[in-house]
Every structure is written in structure tokens, then in C-alpha cells.
């Protein structure tokens, strides 16, 4: 068996991973295929105030829901991290999460820089935090004009926003390229991978090497 296998029979902490990048880098691309490949991964469906764009669903992207609801919940303290961009509302429930951790599931975060950093700040061994880079802003432009989802208006908010986003790339654990989808996608599961596999998340290892040590054998 393999170690991963060993370990994903045993106990557990999961992990909170959150894959921070410009709109138009093709992050969600990647993020729902390592969601799709494991089962122990869950997107943390975010809150937000924003009216669904064609395509989307509720409590499938996001949870949409009214201002009123959106501050109730604020109130009630069951945001890990909530912000305004873009003159909406987003927030990452707690209470999802949190229990997710504890069963040993993983929470896979969709955020901007400032949830990401809200959150590592709260939870900073549960944290890792990767930062995915365009191949250039014009390649950025490229996309963002192609999806059609913006106006021009909120196209170039979006790029004088990455600028301001990529100058803090120094402050993530990771930081890939994503000039090729496989490659940034094999990068992307192999550091889930790893982090899954650190010692501080797999407290099964200790009674094991306790066992290990209380072997009576020759040597
Ligand atoms: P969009 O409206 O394009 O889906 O998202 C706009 C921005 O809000 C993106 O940068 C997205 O990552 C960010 N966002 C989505 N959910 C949350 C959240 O729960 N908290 C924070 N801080 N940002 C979020």
C-alpha cells in the first residue's frame, strides 16, 4: 500500500487550500478538476450579494443571497472572512468548514488575496496558500474579453486589480504559471498531495511509531 493510501485510512486533519489568482488566469479550470479527482476535496461555497451571471446556480457557485441576509449572517458572526468587491458582498462560512477540518476532509477556497490572508491569519497550520500567475496581462485582457461576462469598464478595474494582487506573490506558499493547463494542474495536485501527507496533519504517526518502538524483534 502505498503511504497516501496508509494514511487516508487513518485519522486525519484536513487542509484549507486556497488558490488565489486574476480573474481570466483559467483558475477555475483547475480548481474544479482537482475538486472532481478528490473526493476528499469540497469547494467552500461562498456567500455573496451578487446577481448570478447567466449559467450559474445557487448553492452550486455561490450561495446567492439578499443584502439583508448577507449582513444577518455577519451579525451572527458565521463568516471565517467576508468582503466587498466589486460593490458586492462575498463570504466564507465557518461553521462548513470547521467541521469539514475536523473529519479530515479538505476545503478548497475560491477567494481574493484578502480572504485568503484573513483566513491563513485565523488558521495558519490548516493554510496553504498558492497564488496562480497569468502568462501576461495581454493574455489576461485576452480572456476576459472572450468570456464576454464584463464590461469594458469592469474588464480594466479587474487587470488594475491583478497588478495590485501580483506585487504580493512573495507572501503565498506557492506560486505556479499558468501557461499550460496540464503542467499548472500537475503542480496544483502534487502540492495537495504533499501537504496531505505532512506529519502535523497525519496524527496517526505517532501511535504508529509508538507501536513500531514496542516491537520486541532482534537488533
Ligand atoms: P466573481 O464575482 O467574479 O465570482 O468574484 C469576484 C471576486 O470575489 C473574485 O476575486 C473571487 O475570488 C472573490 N470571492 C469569491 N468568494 C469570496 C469570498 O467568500 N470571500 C472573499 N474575500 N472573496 C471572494
Redesign the pocket.
Known amino acids: 500500500m502505498s503511504s497516501d493510501g496508509q494514511a487516508s485510512q487513518s485519522p486525519r486533519r484536513g487542509l484549507l487550500l486556497m488558490v488565489v489568482a486574476p480573474?481570466g488566469v483559467g483558475k477555475t479550470s483547475l480548481t474544479r478538476r482537482l475538486i472532481a479527482d478528490h473526493p476528499d476535496l469540497h469547494l467552500s461555497l461562498?456567500?455573496?450579494t451578487?446577481e448570478p451571471r447567466p449559467g450559474e446556480h445557487d448553492a452550486r457557485d455561490y450561495h446567492f443571497v439578499d443584502r439583508s441576509t448577507f449582513d444577518q449572517m455577519v451579525e451572527e458572526d458565521a463568516f471565517l472572512?467576508?468582503?466587498e468587491?466589486?460593490g458586492?458582498r462575498?463570504?466564507?462560512p465557518k461553521a462548513p468548514i470547521m467541521a469539514a477540518l475536523e473529519r479530515g476532509q479538505s476545503a478548497l477556497f475560491?477567494?481574493?488575496d484578502?480572504?485568503a490572508k484573513t483566513i491563513a491569519a485565523q488558521l495558519p497550520e490548516d493554510s496553504v496558500l498558492v497564488y496562480l500567475l497569468p502568462p501576461s496581462l495581454a493574455e489576461m485582457r485576452r480572456r476576459l474579453t472572450a468570456r464576454s461576462q464584463d464590461s469594458e469598464d469592469v474588464i480594466r478595474k479587474r487587470i488594475s486589480r491583478a497588478k495590485e494582487e501580483v506585487s504580493g506573490w512573495n507572501t503565498f506558499d506557492y506560486v505556479l504559471l499558468n501557461d499550460d493547463f496540464d503542467r499548472a494542474y500537475a503542480d496544483l495536485a502534487h502540492i495537495f498531495h504533499a501537504e496531505r501527507l505532512k506529519r502535523t496533519r497525519n496524527p496517526w504517526v505517532g501511535d504508529f511509531v509508538g507501536g513500531l518502538l514496542a516491537e520486541e524483534v532482534e537488533g
Open positions: 480573474s461562498s456567500y455573496t451578487r472572512e467576508w468582503a468587491v466589486y458586492n462575498y463570504g466564507s475560491d477567494i481574493d484578502h480572504g
